[in-house]
């Protein structure tokens, strides 16, 4: 699952070296969030279990926000995906 996950940094890849046979195109890139809500503990168990399974590091999350209900925070992980 996590390998179709590209991070998203500031840097820029450096490009794989042309040949001459033909080649497909690059695959696209595109953004995508994954919000996580619920209670603190719930919102920060969830992103822990993610972290174990290899998913995202913990510090990649946004801090807790709190949402409009009473006692529910929510946190997004911004990711690039690959398109084929």
Do not use: C
């Not at 953004?31 to 279990?49: E, M, R, Y």
């Amino acid at each position: 699952m996590s390998e179709e996950f590209i991070p998203d940094t500031s840097e820029t890849p450096t490009p794989p070296a042309s040949s001459n046979a033909p080649s497909e195109a690059s695959p696209r890139r595109e953004p995508i969030k994954i919000l996580v809500i619920g209670s603190p503990q719930g919102v920060n168990n969830t992103i822990h279990t993610l972290y174990k399974r290899d998913f995202a590091e913990v510090t990649e999350w946004s801090p807790l926000q709190p949402t409009s209900n009473p006692g529910e925070v929510m946190s997004v992980l911004r990711r690039q995906i690959r398109i084929h």
